[in-house]
């Protein structure tokens, strides 16, 4: 007997039905994402009495913990810490809202758009993405007077998509998953959401790049971002990493050498000395951490289905408009459901006359979209059962951190920041 029959698509929605064995591929494709998950923990375990650690990552599709399975959600907010934490609020607002080149990425965040030489590599790339690392990311819309109309948010995952369209997803260094698809209808959904027409080959790579192969699908094509919005495509934004993040959330370590012992626990120290995610994020400590407590009390943890990331709130209390305009008419879910919403409009119904740009929120007129990231909450729902049944020790600390501060980044000693920048 296993938990789970099958894994569903993200918010149980029901494209993946008129894509050729989309359900089951979906399936196949996370459970292989969680069997290669569980894999890499193994060597992170240390002994138990002579005998290899357990586990306390689950594969639902595999296994039943035989016990009643308690969710928790875990919740953080959608704004960009690591903008907010390099450049401060207002130059984190402005950088939010643009496009970068994908290849700083592969440094990221170490790309900063005003230092001499990223303007011309900006103008040779091939490829941009959205700057949003929180698994929620927005493009705004502006008309001819710079007024903004209109804010979409997205937190649906790019292997999804590549499910609907076709082509492979590389899970780890040695393992890999292709799709069928059905690029006729990852199409015209793409047509429906951005209200152009899409032609197909526009989604596809023309040039290889950043492991993706000629002809495959292409997250970062143009209608995903500099002329639309779809999908999530920060790379650190994927289903995958969060299904990762989870497992190696669950190996408990503890202050070594010069320290006495004691459990590692607080969020930023946890992730820096587990070495998973991103420490300057406001997603990745969060979800280590609090999966994390539950490996503390012995529990067997998973993660709960439909697996995905989502919008879970969005908060309209300060909102004002004129002419008695209600703050809830202008935001809509698209896509995903209420606690699972999966895209998110905001506009004001044209027919008033007005835009989001005669929006206050607290007093404070609406000039960025990321205003309104600051006000969404995002979260993924984890799933604990039988506590206290699993005895497990403690690893060494893989690393030491790094924290972001300003323009520098400085060495964080599990808890203590040094004084020289790197």
């Given at each position: 007997m296993t938990l789970l029959r099958r894994f569903d698509p993200p918010a149980m929605m029901t494209d993946l039905d008129h894509v050729p064995n989309g359900r089951r591929q979906w399936d196949e494709f996370m459970d292989l994402v969680f069997r290669r998950a569980i894999e890499a923990q193994k060597a992170k375990l240390p002994d138990v009495d002579g005998k290899p650690g357990t586990v306390q990552f689950f594969n639902p599709r595999s296994y039943d913990p035989g016990a009643t399975l308690i969710e928790q959600a875990i919740l953080w907010n959608s704004f960009p810490k690591t903008l907010a934490l390099r450049f401060g609020r207002e130059r984190a607002l402005v950088e939010a809202d643009t496009l970068?080149?994908?290849?700083?990425?592969?440094?990221?965040?170490?790309?900063?758009?005003?230092?001499?030489?990223?303007?011309?590599?900006?103008?040779?790339?091939?490829a941009w993405t959205r700057p949003q690392d929180?698994?929620?990311?927005?493009?705004?819309?502006?008309?001819?007077?710079?007024?903004?109309?209109?804010?979409?948010?997205?937190?649906?995952?790019?292997?999804?998509?590549?499910?609907?369209?076709?082509?492979?997803?590389?899970?780890?260094?040695?393992?890999?998953?292709?799709?069928?698809?059905?690029?006729?209808?990852?199409?015209?959904?793409?047509?429906?959401?951005?209200?152009?027409?899409?032609?197909?080959?526009?989604?596809?790579?023309?040039?290889?790049?950043?492991?993706?192969?000629?002809?495959?699908?292409?997250?970062?094509?143009?209608?995903?971002?500099t002329h639309g919005i779809v999908h999530l495509n920060c790379p650190p934004n994927s289903i995958g990493a969060e299904v990762q993040l989870g497992a190696d959330a669950t190996v408990l370590y503890a202050h070594g050498r010069m320290g006495d012992g004691s459990p590692v626990t607080y969020p930023d120290e946890?992730?820096?000395?587990?070495?998973?995610?991103?420490?300057?994020?406001?997603?990745?400590?969060?979800?280590?951490?609090?999966?994390?407590?539950?490996?503390?009390?012995?529990?067997?943890?998973?993660?709960?289905?439909?697996?995905?990331?989502?919008?879970?709130?969005?908060?309209?209390?300060?909102?004002?408009?004129?002419?008695?305009?209600?703050?809830?008419?202008?935001?809509?879910?698209?896509?995903?459901?209420?606690?699972?919403?999966?895209?998110?409009?905001?506009?004001v119904p044209p027919e008033t006359g007005r835009t989001l740009s005669d929006l206050l929120i607290g007093?404070?007129?609406?000039?960025?979209?990321?205003?309104?990231?600051?006000?969404?909450?995002?979260?993924?729902?984890g799933g604990a059962s039988n506590i206290g049944s699993v005895v497990n020790g403690t690893a060494a600390c893989l690393r030491?951190?790094?924290?972001l501060r300003g323009d520098a980044y400085y060495l964080r000693n599990f808890g203590v920041d040094l004084l020289a920048p790197l």
């Open positions: 970068w080149p994908l290849a700083p990425f592969s440094g990221w965040p170490f790309y900063d758009p005003t230092v001499p030489g990223t303007a011309q590599q900006a103008a040779d790339t091939i929180e698994y929620c990311e927005w493009r705004v819309e502006r008309n001819a007077a710079n007024q903004i109309v209109r804010i979409t948010f997205t937190s649906e995952p790019p292997e999804y998509w590549a499910a609907l369209f076709g082509g492979e997803i590389v899970i780890d260094d040695e393992t890999s998953y292709t799709f069928d698809g059905d690029p006729a209808y990852a199409t015209e959904l793409y047509r429906e959401l951005t209200g152009q027409p899409v032609p197909t080959d526009d989604l596809r790579v023309k040039k290889a790049f950043s492991g993706l192969k000629v002809g495959q699908y292409n997250p970062y094509n143009k209608w995903n971002t946890l992730i820096c000395c587990a070495a998973y995610g991103g420490v300057n994020r406001n997603s990745d400590p969060t979800i280590g951490a609090s999966v994390n407590a539950l490996a503390r009390l012995g529990a067997m943890v998973t993660l709960v289905n439909p697996i995905g990331l989502y919008m879970d709130d969005i908060d309209l209390s300060g909102w004002w408009l004129p002419d008695g305009i209600a703050p809830k008419d202008c935001v809509r879910v698209v896509r995903g459901r209420p606690g699972q919403i999966e895209r998110l409009v905001v506009e007093g404070e007129p609406l000039r960025y979209g990321g205003q309104i990231a600051e006000l969404i909450t995002v979260k993924l729902v030491q951190g790094y924290l």
